[in-house]
């Protein structure tokens, strides 16, 4: 069977920024596939090529077995495309948005109002159906324009970063019908920046950094081609946090990120040997702990071993998505 997508050597250059950069893709059907990386990375030109709604600079991309540029409408056809912000008619009320896009989509009036019932429930929006769009919380708008993409099912279904700005029971449901419409044999190519969502979502991840692929695999095995554990500290004075942290790179190495808070540091463990050596120079450096703990790396620390910042880091970069956006 041909893969659902397959990608070689990518690029888009957007004025003198190679936003894309030689960018290499195999997306098996039937798969949900992340690709993981902070603003800036290239994810979501990259989905704009392969949904063709951007030409390409070089190398070339197949969709369902279609080429991308010569089979342009083909690709279409079987795609659908949920990008990074609402695209639903805010004069309109929420169920009036689903019907009207059933219809385009070829359902007769019936079918169009079931489905459209079936979506806001699903999304838990029937009570919100009466009411126009404009009137909609952010999340409610989100996830409004969730469901539109899912009015008939797609063959391959892009996602750009689809819980952004969602409550945790949102993000919850939004990973639900997710989970379905894979196990229904679709594809989904997944974009995030939620480290927890591409663990929980992907079957397989790709890194992206600056245009290219930096790593690829299933999110065990990124964790593994990081090696070893990984040490954690809770610091009782946050005053003491950058001894603590040169103390931990001196011992175990450069792979040392801050926490979410201020008194957290966490640290790749290359030799498990050298836990104990860590932690009694921390102790004849002052370092006063609360607690330590040892576990495998999370993706997150994936992330930030790979490319020496932590993947919450969303500064732009004059590349194509920023241009994208104006």
Do not use: C
Not at 201 to 221: F, M, N, P, T
């Amino acid at each position: 069977m041909t893969p659902a997508i397959e990608a070689r050597s990518l690029v888009k250059v957007f004025g003198a920024t190679r936003a894309v950069d030689g960018l290499d893709l195999h997306v098996p059907r039937g798969s949900v596939y992340g690709l993981l990386g902070p603003n800036g990375a290239g994810k979501t030109t990259t989905i704009r090529m392969l949904a063709t709604l951007l030409n390409l600079d070089g190398g070339s991309a197949r969709v369902l077995g279609h080429d991308v540029v010569r089979e342009a409408a083909a690709v279409r056809s079987r795609v659908s495309l949920t990008g990074q912000f609402a695209s639903i008619d805010e004069d309109l009320t929420g169920r009036e948005n689903l019907v009207l896009v059933a219809r385009l989509l070829g359902l007769g009036w019936r079918g169009a109002r079931e489905r459209t019932d079936e979506l806001l429930a699903a999304f838990d929006l029937s009570e919100a159906a009466g009411r126009r769009v404009r009137t909609f919380s952010g999340g409610m708008k989100r996830r409004m324009d969730i469901a539109a993409s899912l009015v008939v099912t797609p063959e391959l279904l892009f996602l750009d970063e689809p819980t952004t700005g969602l409550d945790p029971r949102s993000r919850s449901q939004v990973w639900d019908i997710v989970r379905a419409i894979a196990a229904q044999g679709a594809t989904v190519l997944l974009t995030t920046q939620y480290l927890d969502e591409a663990d929980r979502l992907a079957d397989r991840l790709a890194v992206i950094d600056h245009g290219r692929v930096i790593a690829e695999g299933r999110s065990r095995e990124l964790k593994r081609s990081v090696g070893g554990s990984t040490l954690h500290i809770r610091i009782q004075d946050p005053e003491e946090r950058p001894r603590a942290e040169a103390v931990l790179r001196r011992v175990l190495g450069p792979e040392v990120q801050n926490g979410a808070d201020e008194d957290h540091l966490s640290a790749i463990v290359p030799d498990d040997a050298r836990v104990a050596a860590a932690l009694s120079e921390l102790a004849g450096a002052g370092v006063r702990l609360a607690e330590f703990s040892m576990g495998q790396p999370t993706l997150d620390e994936v992330f930030f071993a790979l490319t020496g910042r932590p993947a919450e880091d969303q500064s732009r970069t004059p590349d194509g998505e920023a241009e994208e956006e104006k």
